[in-house]
């Protein structure tokens, strides 16, 4: 079975631009969770989609947003980027019945803001 | 709110030591599930375990093995006979039942297995 997938690995913008991040679960995934990883916050839950719905949301700023296509696949998207945005973001997802909360994560996006 | 907290930041030991890393949690909910993943220098997370509040059965796999202590409110990492490969930052992390699939991951222990 093939793992986690992020699209791209790395990514170089600039202050003030919008960036779009993509995701494809685990064949049979329904639910998609993004976290952010930086030196100082360390992990942090963006937020989860379930069957193309948000069932969950971190304490992020509106700028940051996500949305899930029938077919499970997600994207992030962060508008007006800011140097602080610079992170690995990460994206995982899990299955449903007895395991339903294992998440199994990407190998992340690096997004580096100059 | 829930709270993951992995004191040790930083450890080092020599090849074929044991060594545990240390994970205390804070929640008011009864129902909960925890898990330890490892972040090897490519970045990706890889699951390690997890464990439901109900389940305080200890547990071994291979040279991993896990204690939990609901009374303490711990859930402890022992590698035995450590390996270079081991290398990695583990990370500890908490779900609430009924939450969804938001984890509330530890700071990270970062472990350096040297020859």
């Known amino acids: 079975k093939a793992g986690v997938t992020q699209t791209p690995r790395y990514l170089i913008k600039t202050r003030g631009q919008q960036v779009t991040l993509s995701c494809s679960p685990i064949s049979g995934h329904r639910s998609v969770s993004w976290y952010q990883q930086t030196p100082g916050q360390g992990l942090q839950f963006l937020f989860e989609?379930?069957?193309?719905?948000?069932?969950n949301k971190g304490n992020f700023p509106g700028r940051f947003s996500g949305r899930q296509f029938s077919n499970s696949r997600s994207e992030m998207n962060v508008s007006t980027l800011e140097l602080g945005d610079s992170a690995l973001y990460l994206c995982a997802s899990s299955g449903t019945g007895v395991a339903y909360n294992e998440q199994f994560f990407g190998p992340g996006t690096r997004l580096t803001v100059l | 709110a829930q709270k993951v907290t992995q004191a040790q930041t930083e450890i080092s030991v020599v090849e074929k030591e044991d060594v545990t890393l240390d994970c205390v949690y804070e929640?008011?909910?009864?129902?909960?599930?925890l898990f330890w993943y490892k972040q090897p220098p490519s970045g990706e997370l890889v699951f390690l375990i997890r464990r439901n509040s109900f389940d305080e059965q200890n547990e071994i796999s291979g040279r991993y093995s896990w204690n939990f202590q609901k009374s303490t409110s711990s859930f402890n990492f022992t590698i035995t006979a450590s390996q270079v490969v081991d290398s990695a930052v583990y990370f500890c992390a908490l779900i609430l039942t009924g939450g969804g699939n938001k984890l509330t991951f530890g700071t990270g222990t970062q472990l350096k297995v040297e020859l």
């Open positions: 929640t008011r909910d009864t129902t909960y599930y």
């Open positions: 989609y379930f069957s193309e719905t948000q069932r």
